[in-house]
């Protein structure tokens, strides 16, 4: 969301010109939302633009609509979703807070018509069905409503050589917000400095994908009860997981956290992370021993090897791919109040057996999801 | 529907998890529907297990959401909707009879809001856009909501190895009911022992199209006005069409039926089916003469020829597809209450001319297709 | 929309055939719209059979839905949307004006309901993606519903050979109006003489693309105020641009208009379209300094040359794409008050730098292109 105001011309263009179409949104945000609208700016800075009344009221939630007291509500302090440095501790648990709250929505419910009259472009430039459908599921079940471009990247105007830029522009216009899934890194934040309306990345190539590290740890959060103080085991490919190096880089806002890195030598966790990790101080080791690592860890984060990324050399795909299941076997060492996730989908690196065991949590988090994103949307669009 | 009840988790689960959800789900369902939810069972003794009280009020049907009587609703027999051998001929005039209701459904009618804030998800494996058509605009026509997959075959999940349970167990999670296209045999009812929520077979491969069973006998009971004693000519491709052969199946149901098999040789209908309807003492006959069926029968169903199946033998295609013909001499000696039928696509198996005339009830057979799908999601999501 | 009235079969037939739901459908036309059924003809005749009746109140517009006064409602002088000819100054002037109502249009405004309960269908047998957002976004922002096809080409009915006229039949069962987009000449015009409901042209190949040309006469008397006398410079590629045509033969229908074509040589301005400026007494002249024509008009209305139309002579292309560009020394001698327009995508022949001046109005064009559809839909199918 850009928030630069462009000078009004004559009265002609009252209507129809782009800078009064975002003043008519924005007029309408700021009805019910009293925030001034120069106050909050994109960028690296953003985070210290961050309003100081802060004292939303989170039981209006799902009464919004009926109540006079909606007009008390508060702007998010985001503009848009881009990446995971745009989180800290107070934020994320400002999200889930709100996720929560959307775990009760029901059918009919006042809350399930928040975002009545609210449209939602999805442009995906590559096809992720997953993350599409549960971005739509969100919207539709807060009464919104969406628009489908499944397979942007063949968008008539991007073929003909149309910018990025250029197409938000025509986007936005049909549209309350854009929910973006890019081939290229970036191309978010790109996406959200040209927009006017909130832009949510949903994965942009190698770069981000910020609402899969949110749902991660609001399912470590709803699963294990806390954050601080928690032992993750990070398992499988960790030199080309974009998930794990998130939730490794999110786990670092925590107390006393420490996290577990269990993989085939061809795809250790890269060097970045983990001298990340410990410049704040968060502890982690690496261990060869799947057993030991779950006998001890909270949350067993297991990931699919990826075969695209060994190119014709099978064999070590095989080998790796092998090398650390999670099985009954696992799960039978495993503490009773821990839990196995995984981003989905899964092969066979977590046998279905183990899908029987309440502490399988991965269809869960799956789920979790669809909370988190009916939470970014509502704040997004409406406000605490 | 799978309804084994999982043994719930300690408190922090109790939102997230699939069991909650389903319990979420059915919980709903209950409040409106007093049946036991252990009391059906989705297999091949589902038959058996049917509510003896099976005295719901139809008249119900349209006021549904505002009158305090919807609270006497009562569940469907059927959890899912698979395959044909799930009717009898009870099951089959309860869902025609839904079905004549939901013709009257009009706009902003209460009726039109039956199905507010459910949402479906077609799931579609292969492309069929107008069975997919059909039941979005069956549920937008009940006031629901659809997340549509066109090409759940590219699903990424799909493309990368996910099993087809794995994907069901995550759009259930977005949903509240599934219509599954696939092109696998008995993927439907892989799906339906898998997801919590109802699914509906929109065909799978080689095996079953119910709803398309369905449309055909609700037609004729339409059209003719009665299903006992009626005289059935099927004519065409007899041999690979699934639309035929389910419907010869269905109509054994009935008494005193008559069924006509009219097709060039090398496609003419298989034994199988022969022999089921000689053991249900259905009366049944080859014929190679279209003309004089045609002047006997009430309903003359014609079906497609399919180039597909002849591989390089055109010659024998073209032979077999300008065989019978459904033109205007074939119309003058059919009797006056007598229909055309067809499950189209046509080709030129019936010509253009016979289109005005009042016994050509094709389209009217597609519109009807919508009538009953109107009904299954109705009876499936909320009970009579 | 065809209105031949079918002969009513017996009684059975009333719910589930066409004729009936035709019926059912202008059931609810005539109950708010008092006007004869067969009163108006699609063809070429058809302007002949416009209403005398024509004082709808526009008033009425947004409350459409509480006031009793809807019920005098009048019906929208043409029954589909198929080619420019079809406007004259007078329907021009009466559509624009309810565009300009829908710039109104508010999130959860009674307005914002003036669809509710309608079915658009979205036919598009080739992808043009910002056509359908935009008309997907018109049908939703009046509260609509639609169902996509985004692919139909690829329509499995079509790909077996079905023809137009029976994919139309079948679709038309399932929506209220058509949104079609096709590769061949004509191919609206065919749809809309089969279809019982409205049909609007969305583009057909080499044909027409008429709400393109609505909106962009809109967006003159918008920016400018004012059409007589209006002075157009169409620049780029006049000879392919069906666009440019369809703007100056519509622009043909005010007094005074004067119109420059600046092009490369290669991509020159038909004879016909001057013959007929010439025939309607249109001042026109070609000019190759577009620096002097810049600074004369009240609109430049640039566009993309396609490099598709120069097939293996990528030398003529490149010396045609470079050779007219509108940048900063451009806008330094256009008037204060006029525009520059483009129907985008653009790629180079707008440099970026212009977007930022007020006077660049391709964005505000492309937002028009909503109200226009919004325009469109309400009226032809609730009627004014």
């Not at 191309?187 to 949903?202: D, G, L, Q, Y």
């Not at 085939?264 to 060869?288: H, N, R």
């Not at 779950?294 to 297991?302: E, G, P």
Request: with cysteine.
């Amino acid at each position: 969301m850009r928030l630069t105001i462009h000078p009004p011309r004559a009265g002609i263009l009252s209507g129809s010109s782009p800078p009064a179409t975002v003043l008519g949104w924005n007029m309408q945000a700021t009805r019910h939302q009293p925030f001034s609208l120069a106050s909050t700016v994109f960028g690296v800075s953003r985070q210290s633009g961050r309003l100081s009344m802060r004292s939303r009221i989170h039981s209006q939630l799902l009464g919004i609509q009926n109540t006079p007291s909606f007009s008390a509500g508060k702007k998010f302090q985001l503009d848009d979703l881009i990446e995971a440095q745009q989180f800290d501790r107070e934020i994320l648990a400002d999200i889930f807070e709100v996720a929560r709250e959307m775990e009760k929505v029901e059918k009919n419910s006042p809350g399930s018509q928040v975002l009545k009259g609210y449209l939602m472009a999805t442009l995906f430039y590559e096809p992720s069905t997953r993350t599409r459908l549960s971005f739509e599921s969100a919207m539709k079940r807060l009464g919104g409503e969406v628009l489908t471009t499944e397979n942007a990247r063949e968008f008539s105007s991007a073929a003909k050589g149309e910018t990025l830029e250029d197409t938000i522009r025509t986007v936005e216009g049909y549209s309350d917000i854009i929910v973006m899934r890019h081939f290229e890194s970036g191309a978010a934040k790109r996406a959200a400095s040209t927009a006017e309306v909130p832009v949510i990345n949903a994965g942009d190539g190698p770069g981000q994908h910020p609402t899969q590290a949110l749902l991660d740890v609001y399912t470590i959060d709803r699963e294990i009860g806390k954050l601080d103080g928690i032992k993750v085991a990070l398992v499988g490919d960790l030199a080309n997981g974009r998930t794990v190096r998130s939730l490794a880089y999110l786990l670092a806002k925590y107390q006393d956290v420490k996290i577990y890195f269990v993989s085939p030598d061809v795809v250790k966790m890269k060097d970045d992370i983990k001298d990340y990790l410990t410049s704040k101080g968060v502890e982690w080791e690496e261990s060869a021993d799947l057993m030991e690592v779950a006998s001890k860890c909270d949350v067993l984060y297991q990931t699919r090897i990826q075969r695209e990324r060994f190119g014709e050399r099978i064999d070590l795909y095989e080998e790796a791919r092998g090398k650390y299941i999670v099985d009954h076997d696992v799960l039978n060492v495993m503490q009773n109040h821990a839990v196995v996730m995984h981003p989905l989908p899964r092969l066979d690196e977590i046998t279905v057996d183990v899908d029987a065991d309440p502490r399988a949590a991965y269809f869960r988090q799956a789920k979790n999801g669809l909370y988190i994103r009916m939470a970014l949307l509502k704040l997004l669009l409406v406000g605490w």
